[in-house]
Each structure stands twice: as C-alpha cells, then as structure tokens.
Nanobody, 126 residues
C-alpha cells in the first residue's frame, strides 16, 4: 500500500516561493504517477500539477502554469512542487496522490484518489 507524506508548507508573503515535497514509501516509486492537488476551505479539491509514472509527461493547471514546477526525483522517492510568484488565491491545503502506470493528465483528473497524504498547509498573505 502506498504511503504519502507531504511537507514544506508554511506562511509566505505574496510574490514569495515555497517548495513542497511528497515522499512515497511502501511501493516501487518508479511505478507511480504523482499529482499535487489543493483544497481551500469550503471548496472541493482542485488539480494543481502532475507527473506521469515514467517521468515523461507533466500537467499543470492554467492557474499555476509558468509559476509552479513539478519534479520527480526517483533516487529520493520524492516529487517536489516548486511554487513561485505565490498569490493569496494559492492559499489552500496541498496534498499529493499517486496511482500506478498512468500519464500526468490522467493523474491530474484523480481529485478523489484514496491513495493520498494528509496534506501541508500553504498560506499566502497579501
């Protein structure tokens, strides 16, 4: 069973940067696509970015394209989300989820995945 742990969230001013980490354990990391999602209070989860199981595909939502970068580091069993030019509307609980052997775009659609972590809070002040 896949186990996911997120870290790296925090409070940052508008225009600042954060780097989130999603570490997988209990499975063969290189089999898994990983997606980052976020959920603001009172709203449903939104897809943010995803990377395919073999690392050849990535996907970004329009709202973060050009500001966020997703990167998988197989040697660390970790997927990073580098977030720059943060805006107050980026404030949310960010969580990662993983599924085997799918491309990034498919992973991005899995907002209700049961294989997900607890999340890390990102708060951007104006």
């Amino acid at each position: 069973q896949v186990h996911l742990v997120e870290s790296g969230g925090g409070l940052v001013q508008s225009g600042g940067s954060l780097r989130l980490s999603c570490q997988l354990s209990g499975v063969t990391f290189t089999f898994y696509a990983v997606g980052w999602f976020r959920q603001a209070p009172g709203k449903g989860p939104d897809s943010v970015a995803a990377v395919g199981w073999d690392g050849t595909t990535t996907w970004y939502s329009d709202s973060v394209k050009g500001r966020f970068t997703i990167e998988r580091v197989n040697a660390e069993n970790t997927v990073y989300l580098q977030m720059t030019l943060l805006k107050p509307e980026d404030t949310a609980l960010y969580f990662c989820a993983a599924t085997r052997w799918i491309a990034a775009q498919t992973m991005a659609g899995m907002t209700d995945s049961q294989d997900r972590g607890q999340g890390t809070q990102v708060t951007v002040s104006s």
